[in-house]
DNA sequence: GTTGACTCTATAGTGACTATAGACTTTAAA
DNA sequence: TTTAAAGTCTATAGTCACTATAGAGTCAAC
C-alpha cells in the first residue's frame, strides 16, 4: 500500500504521515523501487494509535513515551495511568482558566450597549486602563 | 525611558515589547544618539492596552483591529462590540470542546487500574483501537 | 509518447512569543 | 582613567503540530 491508501483510510493528510515518521512516532517502512513508501497493516495499527491519542490532545512527545511503554510488555504500567492523570488535570486547568476568561469577557461586555460612539465606548476605555 | 525600564513598569518582556513594535502594535519611538529607544507615558498606555487585551486572549490580528477602530472616535462602535461577542463565542465553544475531551480522558482512564502490566493494560489497549 | 495522477525531498509558514549570538553603549567601581 | 558590568541593539533560530508550497521524479492508461 503506498501512503496515498494509508491517507484515505486513516483519515490523515499524506504529509502528517510523513511528518509523524520524521519525528519518530511511525516506524520507517521499505520502499519501492521508485523510491516510494510501502506499508502494511501494522502501519494502519500504528497510525491509528497516534490519531486515538492526538484526539485526545495528547502530545506527541507524551504518544512517543507511550510507545515507549508499551514496547517494554512486562513492566508496570504505572506510568501510564500517571500520564494520563497528569493530562486530566492540565486539561481541567485550561478549562477553569477558560472560565474565568469568559466571565471577565462579559463583564468587558456589559461596558458598552450598541450604537455608541468609538470615543465614548465602556469597553476600549475599560481596555485602556 | 529606556526599555528596560518599560519592561518592568509593565511586567512584559523587552523582547515582547520589540516584537510588538515589529508587529506594528506599538508605535515606534525616537531613538538616544546610541540608538537606544526611547519612551514615554504614551507608550506605556499603548503597552498596557495590548497587556489587557492579550490577558483576554484576545489575538494581536484583533488587537491591531481594535486599535484601528479607537483611531476613528466619531464612529460607531458596533465593531467593537461584534469583536468581543464573537471572542466570548470562541471561549464557549473551547469550553465546550475541553469539557467533551475531559469526559474522554476520564472513560480512558477507567480502562486500568493500578499494579497492572503493560501488556494487559486497558489504557493501552482501548488506545491502540 | 504523452497526459495525468501520484509520490518524493526540501523548505517556508502559522501565532505569539522566547532565546540565543555577537556587537555596541552606558554606567559604576577600582 | 581604566575596566568591568549591565544594558541595549539587530538578526536569527526555536517552540508545537502541523500545512502548504516548489520542483523533480515515478507510474499507469490511452
Ligand atoms: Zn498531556
Ligand atoms: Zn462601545
Ligand atoms: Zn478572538
Ligand atoms: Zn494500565
Known sequence: MKIGKLAKL??????TIRYYEKE????????????????????IKQLMFIKHCRSLDITLSEIRQLI????????TCNNVNALVDRH??????????LKELKRQLKILRRKCTTGRVVKDCGILLELSQ
Chains 1, 2 share one sequence.
Not at 486513516?10 to 504529509?15: F, H, K, N, P, S
Not at 515507549?68 to 513492566?75: A, F, G, K, L, N
Not at 486530566?88 to 482558566?97: A, C, F, G, T, W
Open 10 to 15: 486513516t483519515a490523515c493528510t499524506i504529509q
Open 24 to 43: 519518530g512516532l511511525l516506524d520507517t517502512v521499505k520502499r519501492s523501487e521508485g523510491n516510494y513508501r510501502l506499508y502494511d497493516s501494522r502501519a
Open 68 to 75: 515507549e511503554i508499551r514496547d517494554s510488555p512486562e513492566t
Open 88 to 97: 486530566i488535570k492540565q486539561v481541567d486547568l485550561r478549562i477553569e482558566e
